[in-house]
């Protein structure tokens, strides 16, 4: 069994501010975890994910998340927020095996103020 | 176009009729998917096909029917639709475990 916690469902930030998105994960197998973006109107697009090796990986857009086991944790960060960060984020893992499939959390709203 | 296309975009129905909702991908994927996004609980998996001609439910697939005759095609059928399948449907696919692409997804309003 998996399941994601993704706490709070809105986050606001300053233009330029550091992001910081937390995700949470359980897991009864070693995980792959992903990070999706969804704008507005559109579908998900992959960001980043983690499957082996390196536990600090940088994706798109200048995004970065680090999996940390002893911490459940596969938190997603970004230095200096911008405009166009506006959307919502999903933390998602799977396990590792062919028919594995997506679990998701609820989904986490960003706002940048200017 | 390459990439997974879903249709239509936009679908009003009214309680008890069928409806199909449409999926394509041209990078011949063996994984298929279908999610329904609904407000506080994230997305949530419905059906999904590892290969044609075998499908397997998710966490909701009550009143929902799949089909894969091709690689390339996995519609989702509401057999009779009700309000509570009111909600945004995303179809992805796959290569393998790893990535998933979506569709832009297709918004069902049921009256």
């Known amino acids: 069994a998996q399941s994601v916690t993704q706490l709070g469902s809105h986050v606001s930030v300053s233009e330029g501010a550091l992001v910081l998105l937390r995700c949470n994960y359980s897991?009864?197998?070693?995980?792959?975890l992903f990070w999706y973006v969804q704008y507005p109107n559109q579908g998900l697009q992959l960001l980043l994910k983690?499957?082996?090796?390196?536990?600090l990986v940088k994706g798109i857009n200048g995004f970065e998340a680090e999996f940390k086991k002893s911490e459940t944790s596969f938190h997603l960060t970004k230095p200096s927020a911008h405009m166009s960060d506006a959307a919502e984020y999903f933390c998602?893992?799977?396990?590792?095996?062919?028919?594995?499939?997506?679990?998701f959390g609820k989904g986490i709203t960003l706002s940048v103020r200017p | 176009d390459a990439g997974i296309t879903q249709s239509p975009r936009y679908k009003i129905t009214e309680t008890g009729r069928q409806v199909t909702l449409m999926c394509h991908q041209t990078?011949?994927?063996?994984?298929m998917f279908w999610y329904r996004q609904d407000l506080g609980h994230g997305l949530r998996l419905i059906y999904y096909s590892a290969a044609a001609d075998i499908t397997d439910k998710g966490e909701v697939p009550d009143g929902y029917v799949v089909s894969r005759s091709k690689t390339e095609n996995f519609p989702l059928t509401l057999e009779s639709a009700t309000r509570s399948q009111t909600s945004v449907y995303f179809c992805?696919?796959?290569?393998?475990?790893?990535?998933?692409?979506f569709g832009p997804g297709t918004r069902l309003l049921v009256l």
């Open positions: 992805a696919s796959s290569a393998s475990v790893e990535t998933q692409y």
């Open positions: 897991s009864s197998v070693p995980p792959y």
């Open positions: 983690y499957t082996t090796g390196a536990t």
């Open positions: 990078w011949s994927h063996s994984y």
């Open positions: 998602a893992v799977s396990g590792t095996g062919a028919n594995s499939k997506l679990t």
